[in-house]
């Protein structure tokens, strides 16, 4: 018997034993296994992980050694010293390309994260305790929102600008990341709050405050579990635009800031040399980015579909 | 209704008042870690310090309390308050209002909004509406696809391609074959032309619209397949009406209120967009003030913008409420 055939057999006496206990989150696993797409996406961003994690495994070259008798060497393909070539200050292209994934994707992880937290224990106080912590919280929601999360980050980078953080990994992305953070979590919130609103009335989550549940163990045992699906699909797609924000940044020079290396930096430092000649500066960071956005977008849409058992 | 739009007002003149305040405290904030925004004035010559009291004075920045951090500076911020109540939102570096220059760069900026909303409702009605007529079908499964990819490509990226790659290509080949200065090589121009403005801001404020268009697309398919499955329909359908006229009589109609209003909400988001696309393709609209602003650290500018661009924010969520509210009678305030 081959394997897949193995699998399919286990499978099909697995679901046979346990019919009824399938959970949504064991059929939106189910449903994701089982798209293409969705599994090249995955391996997309598990290979970009893989870079920003251990960049050294990809390149021996060091990003910070340039000389410039070797600028603008066109790719020369693997196996000689600069596989992707070098930019205009004759770095090599290979070694910017790993390290410079770090900034970019932590960045995104980090921002989506910490504006996932706070959007999650805001929406669910509002949602479950309501009165004037919900007035307090959805007026600060409404305060935030009138700023559109690009302008509110051009405003307070050009402002900090002069402060100076130090040069480690998390140093380097501290203000960007403080900045979306701050102008990011207010979507999250919302939507948590509409749907406790919609979960904490539900029979269960009565009976569960009848048997004697604490306040926290309804709200994180019981509310929390569903009313956070409709926002984990929102996350994929969050992380996606931040990555593409952190290239805006990086374009008005008020993001990730030199000498660290991010592909925001990459691509605004090669968009000039494509018309000279030497589109392969532009169009290797900018690859990469897409890449990267477009397997999030995929699982992100995947995700949504998986999640919502209105669709099937 | 009256009572809804009063009461509707008051909220969003508190809203304005605390995004204000909030724009204060961290400006503020920004000025105590940060040294003082008057030297940018100078820029690398050193001022005696009675230039640098006069500028500071200028500017408002005099107050001692920029020199003690974590003091929010309520003085300061009532006299803010007071000059943006007579309509005085401070000067760029060089002096010029900043009313003055938002007021000759917002039609610009409103021109290429008209392209974008045209675009967005374009392809969003199209797209959207045959999705939903042939749901489940290939051609509901292409336009997914299209508008998976379209999410995919971020306007900064497009921008960005299309000014660096392309647009100097085509905007010779458009010069070869039809003629330096006719229409189709202004369409192609990388940069804005005050004489054009039209046919400049045309392929930039197609990419803008089309960057933002998945989600209408998306929203077009999601509410007409309600309507599909509305009882108004079957009836439509049961009377014997032709397809055609059930379909733009019953379902387009009912199902354009929330893309109307979806219009305004993604105001906020398409503000972001005309930033990037005005600053990647040197429109001289807000957008484009406010991303120069940004590169030569005019921080009053900034400030300027910003605050005038979140009072318009304001006002359009107010406006939105309130359409809505007359479009849809389902809807009930009081």
Known sequence: MTDAAAGAVADAVSEAASPASRTLT????????????????????????VVVAFPGLFTSADPQHCLITESKLRPQGFGAAHPFGTDAFGCDMLAQLAYGARPSLLLALVVVGVSLLIGVVLGLLAGYYLGWIDALISRSIEVFLVIPLLLAALLLLSLFRNVSVGSGTFNVILLPATVLTMFGWMGYARYIRASVLEAKNLDYVTAAKVLGASDLRVMFRHVLPNAISPVTALVPTSIAG??????????????????????????????????????????????????????????????????????? | ?????????????????????????????????????????????????SQLAAVEARYGLDDPCFDQPGNPCLGPFVDRVSAYLHGDFGTNLRGRDVTDIVATAAPNTLRLFCIVTITWLVLGMTLGSVAARWRGRAVDHGIRLTSVLIDAFPVFVLLVVYRYVFSVPLSDWAEDR??????????????????????????????????????FIRLVRASQLESYSGEHVRTARAKGLPERHVITHHVVRNSSVPVVTAVGLTFADALGGAVITEGLMNIYGMGGVLWEAVRASDVSLVVGVVTILAIVTVVVMIVVDIAYAALDPRIRYD
């Not at chain 1, 430092?269 to 532009?282: D, F, M, Q, R, S």
């Not at chain 2, 304005?16 to 925004?37: K, M, S, Y």
């Open chain 1, 242 to 312: 931040i990555i593409g924000a952190e290239a805006v940044l990086a374009f008005l020079g008020i993001g990730v800031r030199p000498p660290a290396i991010s592909w925001g930096i990459m691509i605004s430092n090669g968009a000039e040399w494509v018309t000279g000649g030497y589109p392969h500066l532009l169009l290797f960071p900018l690859g990469c980015l897409i890449a990267t956005v477009l397997s999030l977008v995929v699982l992100g849409d995947a995700l949504r579909d998986a999640l919502d058992p209105r669709l099937r």
């Open chain 1, 26 to 49: 064991a059929d939106a696993w189910r449903t994701l296994r089982r798209r293409p797409d969705t599994i090249v996406a995955a391996a997309i961003l598990a290979f970009f992980l």
């Open chain 2, 178 to 215: 039809f003629g330096r200065g006719s229409l189709p090589a202004m369409w192609f121009r990388p940069s804005f032309d005050s004489d054009h403005p039209w046919a400049t801001l045309l392929v930039p404020g197609i990419l803008l619209g089309l960057a933002g268009s998945a989600a």
């Open chain 2, 1 to 49: 209704m009256g009572r809804y739009i009063a009461r509707r007002c008051l909220q969003a003149v508190l809203t304005l008042f605390l995004v204000v305040f909030a724009l204060h405290l961290l400006t503020t904030l920004a000025i105590q870690l940060n040294g003082n925004p008057a030297l940018a004035f100078f820029g690398d010559r050193v001022p005696s310090a």
